[in-house]
């Protein structure tokens, strides 16, 4: 699988990005979530989408070679950014996929710059004051920078897998996760939970409403992070809106259904690109 490597400068601040698959292939951009950059993602999931098109992964603002900058950090401003790469890509328009946080950006992105989106795929993610939220003892655990790298690595491996599967997951990568982890800058982690929470008091109604592309809604019934009844809220508000739910998958649903996930999306991105 070939990669490369990207950045730009925005506001003074380096936002960068790896670069899968033939510039061949049509454009997507793959936009991730709360404390996650572009090296973690399932590589299985990237190596079948990056099969099908030209896959940009942008690092969110303060992680991987992505600088946080001095201004607050906004769902609205990590929409900026994804434009911004779309931008230096010379991509007038890109089909875009986003994963729980970066769903919010996608959104944003397509409500409010229609033209750039040519369709959209939103996975494990809600929208907004309207959203069926987690219990708070869940949102607590997600947030709770206490413990060694491995002790934070297994919190966030028991939210984002089923308990079945959780433990394996652990032992398998856990090292890697907690590597991962200490490399993360507290700061930018604080940052993107009150970008969160203030995601979480805006509605979300009218922003759905302005969403034109075509849509698919995906996520694992089982997930604990952001409850898979969001999927229908979502559906709901968007016009021809498509929705599919994994059965005994968690928040990392791309992680446990790689290949189903990515065919799903390439089947919608790939049609609007023919």
Not at 100 to 123: C, H, K, N, W, Y
Request: one cysteine or more; proline letters at 6%; aromatic letters at 6%.
């Amino acid at each position: 699988m070939a990669e490369r490597a990207g950045r730009t400068e925005v506001d003074g601040r380096a936002l960068a990005w790896r670069r899968l698959g033939s510039e061949e292939q049509p454009p997507l951009l793959l936009l991730n979530g709360y404390a996650a950059g572009c090296a973690d993602w399932d590589p299985g999931f990237l190596g079948a989408l990056a099969d099908r098109f030209d896959l940009v992964c942008p690092d969110p603002r303060g992680a991987g070679r992505s600088e946080l900058g001095a201004e607050e950090l906004t769902i609205e401003g990590l929409a900026a950014d994804a434009a911004a790469v779309l931008d230096a890509l010379g991509w007038d328009r890109a089909a875009v996929a986003g994963w729980s946080m970066g769903g919010f950006a996608a959104q944003e992105l397509t409500a409010t710059a229609p033209d750039r989106v040519s369709a959209l795929a939103l996975i494990s993610t809600d929208p907004g004051a309207e959203a069926v939220r987690a219990p708070a003892e869940v949102w607590s655990r997600l947030t709770d920078h206490g413990g060694t790298p491995r002790e934070q690595a297994k919190r966030l491996l028991e939210l984002l897998f089923p308990p079945r599967l959780a433990a394996s997951v652990f032992e398998q990568f856990g090292d890697v996760v907690a590597e991962a982890r200490a490399g993360l800058d507290p700061r930018a982690l604080s940052a993107q939970e009150r970008a969160m929470d203030a995601w979480h008091a805006r509605p979300g109604a009218a922003r759905l409403a302005a969403i034109s592309a075509p849509t698919l809604i995906a996520a694992g019934d089982g997930d604990v992070v952001i409850p898979a009844a969001n999927v229908e809220l979502i559906r709901g508000g968007i016009a021809g809106a498509e929705a599919v739910t994994f059965p005994g998958c968690g928040h990392a649903v791309m992680a446990q259904e790689p290949a189903r996930l990515a065919e799903r999306i390439g089947d919608l991105a790939g049609a609007q690109a023919s």
